[in-house]
């Protein structure tokens, strides 16, 4: 893998913003980073004061371009990784949905297989299981048909057709009020989001106290706040032990909504999420979601019945929704990127631009629009 050379970019650090600064990439490893570094090995490009970002990481993604991660085949996800890629998207963790426990075992087989394989576009992670073990009472696009109760059982087929890539399973936390689901889940280093619930505040709380560490979606699929009873919202909202996933495509959310959870949670604490499906980069139309039909159109995607079914927002639009807030571009990068590489524990390696943590780069114009994409050192994406 030829080295590379980033020259004259606003170097966007953990420490801060490094202007006209260069960034030197060897053996898919960040390797330096400052000001007129001169490299003969290295394919040098000349930024022109763009913008370099950490890669962005979607911990919840069903889709796009056509195809689903339950469509359980390596053309589907490495399309889906292409399309990210193109999105300043550098890493993901492929989500699955509520559907027949062999078609869900089907899909986290071929998510570890093709993570072996490895992708053209955004790097594998793992997988994020979204549902059966949801409430029917708020499953929005998810099937009624497959919400099961929480099974270890069931979860020891997810974890051995998957190989032990799961990063991710979501929880109706009433469902699992002794903690004895969460804390065997989190036992074998997997995180429990909590969310698709009508928990109430201490049912959420209760989850949080046994490991529970994020909130699937925040705002939507979760039973709201109430003076009285402040509900699964409100523990989501107050403990700060939960990273609070976000949809800010200013549909799930109305802007006042997302300003509020910044607000209270703060950036550090928020982690932005697409919950694309397969439409997201295809357009309107009729769609088969999770095994329901589904209607977009003028790109917000609905069950027949009115329930939102994902989105069509792609990670580097909800970065500029997000700065339209009033939010610093470095703050907003933080909920793409460090956040959700802490989420999952992979702060270590991924999430920063860092000397020797991966070389997960995303370069911006101006008008936070992606001009090249770097994943592990490697050019996946060039406007």
Known sequence: MKNILLKHGEIYTHDGILYNGDLFISDSKISEIGKDITKEDAEIIDLDGKKVV???IDIHIHGGVGYDV????????????????????TSFCATTMTMDVQYISSALKNISDTMKKGTEGAQILGAYVEGPFISKEHKGAQNERHILEPDINIMNEFIEASDNSIKVVALAPEKD???????YVIQRNIRVSLGHTNATYEEMKNAVDHGASLAVHTFNGMRGFQHREP????????DDRIYGELICDFV??????????????GVEKIILISDAMLACGFGD????????????????ARTENGSLAGSTLTLDKAVANITKLGIPLSEA??????????????DGRKGSIDIDKDADIVVLDNDLTVNMTIVNGKTVYKK
């Open 54 to 56: 950490p890669g962005f």
């Open 70 to 89: 339950m469509d359980a085949s390596y053309e589907a996800l490495n399309s889906i990784s292409l399309h990210l890629a193109r999105h300043g998207v």
């Open 177 to 183: 009020i002794n903690g004895d689901f969460v804390k």
């Open 231 to 238: 509900g699964a919202l409100g523990e989501a909202l107050l």
């Open 252 to 265: 799930h959310s109305h802007p006042a909504s997302v300003k509020i959870l910044i607000k209270i949670k």
């Open 285 to 300: 139309g009729e769609y088969a979601f999770g095994g329901q039909k589904v209607i977009v159109d003028k790109g917000i």
């Open 333 to 346: 990068i933080k909920m793409v990127s460090l956040n959700p590489a802490k989420a999952i524990g992979i």
